[in-house]
C-alpha cells in the first residue's frame, strides 16, 4: 500500500467529498450551530468583528459563522464567504437570504491562494486543520488584512480531548490500515497539540497571538443520531473509509456505533469535545 501523502490529490479529494457532503452539512446546520455556537462567539469577539466590519471567511461552508459575523458587521459591514466546494456555497447564499442579510457574498476560493484585500478581520472555522500547506493559507490570511486587522481560527484541540470524533478516527484508521499523519500534514487534531497552533500564527508574521480553550460537547438525543450526524457531513471521516469496501465501511460505522454509546447517559449523549479559539494581529 502507497501512504505516500499527495497533497494535490487530497485537496482534489477534499473538494469533492464537500461537494457530496453540502446538504448533509447544511442539513445539520441547527446542530452544528448548537455545538459551535460559543467556540464562534469567542472567534468573533477575538477578530474584533463589530459594526462596519469587513470579513473574510475562509473555507466557509454552509455559513453558520459567515450569518454570525454579517449580523454583527450590520448593513454597513461585509462579509465574503470562500470556500473551495462551490455546492456547500449555494447553501451558504440561500442561508443568508433566508435570513435576510443583504450584506454577504460568496466565491469559491482555494484557501491556498487567498488574493490579497483590506479586511478588517479572517476568520475561519474549522477550516484551516484541512489545508495541506496551512503555512501558505495563514500567509494568505495576512495579506488578506489591512494592518492592524485581527484573524481567528477554531481548531479541535488534542484528540484526547474529543472523544466523539477521536474515537471514529482511531477505528477508521486502524480498519483501513492508515498510518499516523505526519507532522504537518492536515487532519482534524493537527494544530491540537500544545503550542503548535500559536507557533503557526508567529511563523506566518502575526503578533498578538493567542489561544483559548472553549468546552464544546456535542449533545445529541443518543449515540446513534452523533453517528448518523458524522456519518452524513464528515468529509474527513469519508476521505479516510475512500480505501475500504463497503462491507469493510459498513463494519466501521458499526464499531464506531458500538464504541460512541460510552458518552450516552440519563439526558441522552454528551461527547466530548474541545476547541481552540487561535488568535493574531496583522
Known amino acids: 500500500m502507497n501512504n505516500q501523502f499527495d497533497p494535490a490529490k487530497y485537496k482534489t479529494t477534499t ?36 459594526a462596519g466590519s469587513r470579513v473574510l471567511d475562509v ?11 454579517a449580523r454583527r458587521a450590520g448593513p454597513t459591514g461585509h462579509v465574503l464567504a470562500t470556500d473551495i466546494s462551490p455546492a456547500i456555497l449555494e447553501y451558504a447564499a440561500k442561508a443568508a437570504t433566508d435570513a435576510g442579510l443583504t450584506n454577504i457574498d460568496t466565491r469559491e476560493v482555494d484557501g491556498e ?21 496551512q503555512r501558505a493559507a495563514l500567509a494568505g490570511m495576512r495579506s488578506a488584512l489591512r494592518p492592524g486587522g485581527r484573524v481567528s481560527c477554531v481548531v479541535y484541540s488534542t484528540a484526547d480531548r474529543n472523544g466523539f470524533f477521536a474515537i471514529p478516527v482511531g477505528i477508521i484508521r486502524r480498519r483501513a490500515q492508515l498510518p499516523p499523519p505526519a507532522p504537518g500534514q492536515p487532519g482534524p487534531f493537527s494544530l491540537g497539540g500544545p503550542g503548535v497552533a500559536e507557533a503557526a500564527l508567529r511563523d506566518a508574521g502575526f503578533n498578538d497571538v493567542t489561544v483559548t480553550a472553549v468546552p464544546s460537547p ?35 460505522w458499526r464499531e464506531i456505533a458500538d464504541a460512541l454509546t460510552a458518552f450516552e447517559g440519563p439526558d441522552g449523549f454528551t461527547g466530548p469535545c474541545e476547541m481552540l479559539v487561535v488568535s493574531g494581529t496583522r
Do not use: K
Open 113 to 133: 491562494n487567498l488574493d490579497g484585500g483590506a479586511f478588517d478581520a479572517v476568520i475561519s472555522r474549522v477550516g484551516l486543520i484541512y489545508f495541506p500547506n
Open 59 to 69: 473555507a466557509a461552508g454552509a455559513g453558520g459563522q459567515s450569518i454570525a459575523a
Open 15 to 50: 473538494r469533492a467529498q464537500w461537494q457530496d457532503a453540502a446538504e448533509a452539512w447544511h442539513r445539520w446546520g441547527p446542530a452544528i450551530e448548537s455545538w459551535l455556537g460559543p467556540a464562534t462567539d469567542l472567534m468573533l469577539d477575538a477578530a474584533g468583528v463589530t
Open 218 to 252: 456535542v449533545r445529541m438525543a443518543s449515540a446513534a443520531e452523533c453517528v448518523r450526524f458524522e456519518q452524513e457531513s464528515f468529509g474527513a471521516l469519508h476521505q479516510m473509509l475512500a480505501g475500504l469496501d463497503p462491507d469493510g465501511r459498513a463494519a466501521a
